[in-house]
């Protein structure tokens, strides 16, 4: 494990209401937004005050760790008490241990968010430094969205014909007994201009999955309907996500469409082993977790999903960013067994994945916070090159074709918001 930064001097955040910004995206910057919204709640940070990066095997524990002390040290003067108030930090985790891709915790010079109808600003300074601006003098101006860049997506390291190809390897492999399930992921690459309005995009993707966290970190965009954790107050509940299938055309196809999700053999031990990791990986930081027996159809605008969501009781000790450090990677994302899973991915997959498939998401100074994997998502290269992920779950009697399919149906979001 390598981490690269600066040590981070005793900080101080002071929260105060403020009057209702309205749009939270408008305040953003528009070229490196930093962002985790759903349902227009959430938080948008201004400036950095800090940067951590990490890598290697031992990149989350790393930053839980390094977040810990910082939040020790600092002082929080927090009169809203909510959801994303007081000491934040948003970050955003590669999914492979030797990816080269670094990760990043990045802690706002300044915090504006919105939680059932409160708002608020957070200023975040060294603690010694002389009292600054507060409360809606902090606040910029809101600036207009610009235009969507418009732009398509084209395969990038794999073709299609490539992919399924090695979706046909990875079945072979399971049927040889390597692994019970491995995700395949494929990417592609659009270019958009460098100096395009990145919240734009955002807007488009929260308008058309309010369900989902819409994100962007250091780049990284999307929406995602994964959440890998989310913690309050030691309470702490996680959704896993595994088994898919598209809409159907009208009302009766829709709901033909998810009763044979619910009932296809398939997509159940997908789910299945999904859920068995989580539950295996959260056992020893929690006093007692809780999940349903059968899973339910979560119903998003271009597909449903087999969905089952997961209740804990938190260690006293354990941070949202210990409980990602746990369950990272999710067999959702990489497979099952784990490591035989990964070291196929790795043998498959002509490409780093980067921080596509890792946790993305935001930690308090109580160790609160929210974390999804990131999903339905892109990279954004400050030269505008822009590079979205779609993977799908392979098991033993996975068809290339279908699993072509369902990657074309997860690329749908990013590429729907270049249009």
Known sequence: MTASHTPVPPLRAVTVEVADPDLLLALADPRHPLVALRRGDGIIGLGERHRLTFSGPDRLRAAAEAWRRIAADAVVDDAVHRPGTGLVALGSFAFADDSAEQSVLVVPEVVVGRHDGVSWVTSITPADAEPGLVGAALLPDPRPLGARPRATLAAASLSREEFTAVVGRAVAAIREGRVEKVVIARDAVASIPPD???????????????????????????????????????????????????????????????????????????????????????????????????????????????????????????????????????????????????????????????????????????????????????????????????????????????????TRMKFRPVADALR
Request: with cysteine; glycine share 8%; aromatic share 4%.
């Open 196 to 406: 395009a309005d990145r919240r734009a995009l955002l807007r488009d993707l929260a308008d058309r999955y309010p369900d989902c966290l819409t994100f962007a970190v250091d780049g990284l965009v999307g929406a995602s309907p994964e959440t890998l954790v989310s913690v309050h107050a030691g309470e702490a509940t996680a959704r896993v996500l595994a088994g898919s299938t598209a809409r159907g055309t009208g009302a009766a196809d829709d709901a033909a469409a998810a009763a044979r999700l619910a009932t296809s053999t398939k997509d159940l031990d997908e789910h299945a082993f999904a859920v068995h990791s989580v539950l295996d990986a959260l056992r020893p930081h929690v006093r007692g977790v809780s999940a349903s027996e059968l899973p339910f159809t979560l119903k998003l605008p271009n597909l449903w999903h087999l969905a089952t969501d997961v209740e804990m009781q938190l260690d006293a000790a354990a941070s949202a960013l210990d409980i990602v450090a746990a369950l990272h990677p999710t067999a959702a994302v990489a497979g099952s067994p784990t490591d035989a899973a990964l070291a196929l991915i790795a043998e498959l997959e002509p490409f780093d994945r980067g921080r596509y498939a890792g946790p993305v998401g935001w930690i308090d100074q109580d160790g609160d916070g929210e974390w999804v994997i990131a999903l339905r998502c892109a990279r954004i290269d400050d030269d505008g090159l822009l590079t979205a992920y779609a993977g799908a779950g392979i098991v033993a009697d996975s068809d290339p074709d279908s699993e072509l399919a369902e």
